[in-house]
């Protein structure tokens, strides 16, 4: 049967309606409870005659697999994660786990990431059954815990625990990135790679007090010093095979300046200058991110009491890394830094940590996604892109398996929603997924 005999307004509609419900089950990560999201699916799926199951790693940190009947490795494992981040409801217009439909958009954490991606790999799939075809033969549905926090409960522990139920050729996951529109494309970017990520914990010891008497071995003190030096040092330029084919493209598509000035962002000699002539904020901040590898400070603790100094603080710091380094080397760099800034009594602390990943771009997938971005859209483009951020594709990259990560939005825009505030995704960017997704399987995988 024909996909153009698909009712694609009835799609959307059921769509969103799935998003919306799916939204209002609070996956918030910590503590999670991803097993009432993975009931949620498995219903879903039962509903339509597909087998599911559901596995928890610990009790209310479920994830679901369908089952693949084939009886031979699958060729495509639809991913993604339950959990989602914690949402400030009082800075939000909406209640941010109320699934509310306004002005064409879904609104609600998770909206975006990935609980978004979910509905549209479940519709994609949906609708294969529905046209008489045989999709749990070649294609699993897998809908994990505990991406948010580092995946311990997740994905690891499924591959460890089950790797049978998770065999696969290939992984669509979710895409951690932007789109572009100019006066002619529309970009949307396919993510084969991401920066390795560690989270590092630095622990400073001073000498407790009153806070009536200063002292300079106040660690609250050298821990502002620490903050600062680690905030405002600047790596050096590195760019990644992946990255250098997505500028180079760019260069031609953007209209911020010339082809030539713009690809002068390659050039550590100028590669500052061409940044900062970048207006636009949210692609000139993306672009930064992609060259460099970045720490950046996000947590501090200190003290319990205004008028007590502490013996102890503590601070957190996000880092991310490019190919080519190590997470023990960025460590050496903290600790050499924090000396040269005249800190004392620190430690250190890398909890664990990933180097980059990256998946080949020359493969018949990639070259089936780029045709149904086409299809679907004249006048788009897809280009392979490094994430800054991670994902659970890593996880599979290590052992192998091609892992890509897609963002069906060709807008920079949708960036600064996930994690923030007002999280949403537009029904007509739902749709355009499905569309892009159902038209990939049916071609490369059924």
């Not at 991606?117 to 949906?126: R, T």
């Not at 951020?389 to 192998?400: K, L, M, P, Q």
Request: hydrophobic share 40%.
């Amino acid at each position: 049967m024909s996909h153009t005999s698909i009712d694609w307004e009835r799609t959307a509609a059921e769509a969103a309606e799935l998003l919306s419900a799916y939204i209002r089950i609070n996956t918030t990560n910590p503590p999670g409870n991803e097993t009432e999201g993975a009931r949620f699916l498995h219903e879903v799926l039962k509903r339509e005659g597909i087998a599911s199951e559901i596995i928890e790693s610990a009790p209310g940190r479920g994830s679901l697999v369908s089952g693949c009947t084939g009886g031979a490795v699958p060729e495509i494992m639809l991913l993604h994660h339950i959990d989602v981040v914690p949402a400030e409801a009082g800075r939000w217009q909406v209640e941010p786990h109320a699934g509310i439909v306004r002005e064409g958009e879904i609104w609600g954490r998770g909206a975006l990431d990935c609980k978004g991606l979910g509905i549209i790999e479940l519709m994609a799939f949906l609708l294969l059954k529905r046209q008489g075809l045989d999709p749990g033969r070649r294609i699993v549905y897998a809908a994990t815990a505990d991406e948010e926090a580092g995946g311990a409960w997740g994905v690891p522990w499924l591959l460890e625990h089950h790797p049978e139920k998770f065999q696969t050729r290939h992984v669509i996951n979710e895409g951690v990135g932007w789109g572009l529109r100019t006066g002619s494309r529309n970009v949307y970017l396919c993510q084969v790679a991401e920066k390795g990520s560690c989270w590092l914990n630095i622990t400073f010891e001073g000498r407790p007090g009153h806070g009536s008497i200063p002292h300079a071995e106040n660690c609250v003190l050298h821990m502002a010093r620490a903050m600062q030096a680690l905030g405002e040092y600047r790596f050096g330029l590195q760019c990644a095979a992946p990255v250098r084919m997505l500028l180079e493209a760019l260069a031609h598509e953007q209209d911020y300046m010339s082809p030539e000035r713009f690809l002068g962002i390659l050039d550590p000699g100028r590669s500052r200058e061409t940044l900062d002539a970048i207006g636009d904020g949210p692609m000139r901040e993306m672009l930064a991110a992609l060259l460099t590898n970045t720490m950046v400070p996000t947590v501090a603790k200190a003290g319990t009491k205004t008028n007590v100094i502490p013996s102890e603080c503590v601070c957190e710091i996000d880092a991310r890394i490019l190919p080519g380094t190590t997470p023990e080397e960025l460590k050496a760099l903290i600790e050499q830094l924090l000396a040269k800034a005249g800190c004392r009594g620190f430690t250190v602390h890398l909890p664990g940590g990933s180097q980059a990943s990256q998946s080949p771009m020359d493969t018949g997938l990639y070259r089936v996604l780029d045709d149904a971005i086409r299809g679907c859209d004249p006048r788009g483009m897809l280009l392979p892109y490094l994430s800054p951020g991670a994902t659970d594709s890593r996880f599979f990259r290590e052992r192998g398996i091609v892992a890509y990560g897609m963002q069906f939005d060709a807008s920079i825009e949708s960036n600064r929603l996930i994690h923030g505030h007002d999280e949403r995704i537009s029904l007509r960017h739902l749709l355009f997924g499905i569309r892009v997704l159902y038209d990939t399987l049916r071609r490369f995988a059924v």
